[in-house]
Nanobody, 126 residues
């Protein structure tokens, strides 16, 4: 089982910024990790894709709702992926989950991702 440790959630006013971090343990690479990404789930809603990055250096992926406001990056030496969130809106309020995909074929569908973190709450107030 691959362990993913998230940090950086919290409460912020609209227009503010937060940075989420997710560290993957070494077993993620033993299982041929291809992508790390972020999903979110608001209360009463389904989990949705936010952003993802390839460990092979390909262009990152973003949902339309966060494009231009969020930026995903990685630190290979630390096995860590970051999500810099700027221009936050109340509709960004959700539990944010880090995830790992072992397949080289990218997918936005949560059920196709292999490992998940415990989630971190992000709350954006008016």
């Amino acid at each position: 089982q691959v362990q993913l440790v998230e940090s950086g959630g919290g409460s912020v006013q609209a227009g503010g910024s937060l940075r989420l971090s997710c560290a993957a343990d070494e077993r993620a690479f033993a299982f041929s990790m291809f992508f790390m990404g972020w999903f979110r789930q608001a209360s009463g809603k389904e989990r949705e894709f936010v952003a993802a990055i390839s460990w092979r250096g390909e262009s990152p992926y973003y949902s339309n709702s966060v494009k231009g406001r969020f930026a995903i990056s990685r630190d290979n030496a630390k096995n860590t992926v970051y999500l810099q969130m700027s221009g936050l809106k109340p509709e960004d309020t959700a539990v944010y989950y880090c995830a790992v995909m072992n397949s080289p074929q990218f997918s936005f569908t949560p059920s196709t991702w292999n490992y998940w973190g415990q989630g971190t709450q992000v709350t954006v107030s008016e």
